[in-house]
């Protein structure tokens, strides 16, 4: 099975989307339209792809003959969790990779919360430094791994002379970094430019039910 492209995606997940809430399938227009394409013939192109792939059966003779086959139905992912994440003051970990090559469980989601990227990984989260962007103490956060980030994403930051690491937006500076937590009550730290190491950058959220 091939690897649905940026584009497919977006397209399946209309359709999984458009049929929960209505009931029905959308109209290529319909799609079109949602998906910012302005071509019906692309639509149809790609549709052409999603059933060749199992996605979808499509009636050529009804206007929104679109039917979610097995594989278009919302599918499930495991996430390996592989640790914890502070977002207070940072947690003293071994080493750098110690966090992030231990499997300690899964967590089984809806595939579009991994957005189709590769390398995701899931944090169990220690702390309240983040409850303003709705991250609180026992949340699991989605992350994808990566060594850069813009300014203003959040991210899990390793410390190289504290031996820490901690999740924070990241803010770059002249001369430094400012890690800003999400909560009035705690201050942000300041580092240094070689101080830091980002290994991943938040993607989604899982909530604990209270």
Known sequence: MRTLSNKQRLILNFLR?????????????????????SSTSVVDYNLRILEREGYI?????ISR??????????RAVAVPIIGHIAAGEPIPVPDSDAWTTEI??????????TRGKEG????????????DALIG???????????????????AVWLKKEREVTLKRFYPEKGRIRLQPANEQVQPIYVEP????????????????E
């Not at 929960?20 to 290529?28: A, F, M, Q, R, V």
């Not at 003959?65 to 919302?74: A, D, H, P, T, V």
């Open 65 to 74: 003959g679109i039917e979610l086959l097995g594989q278009g139905k919302r």
């Open 104 to 113: 300690w469980e899964t967590v089984e989601l809806p595939e579009e919360m």
């Open 57 to 61: 059966r499509r009636a050529p003779e």
């Open 137 to 155: 103490d026992g949340d699991i956060v989605l992350m994808q791994h990566t060594n850069t980030a813009d300014s203003g994403e959040m991210v």
């Open 194 to 209: 070689d101080n830091v190491e980002i290994q991943g950058k938040v993607i989604g959220v899982v909530r604990k039910l």
């Open 120 to 131: 995701v990984y899931a944090l169990r989260v220690k702390g309240s430094s983040m409850v």
């Open 17 to 37: 989307n458009f049929m929960d809430e209505s009931g029905y399938p959308p109209s290529i227009r319909d799609i079109a339209k949602a998906c910012g394409i």
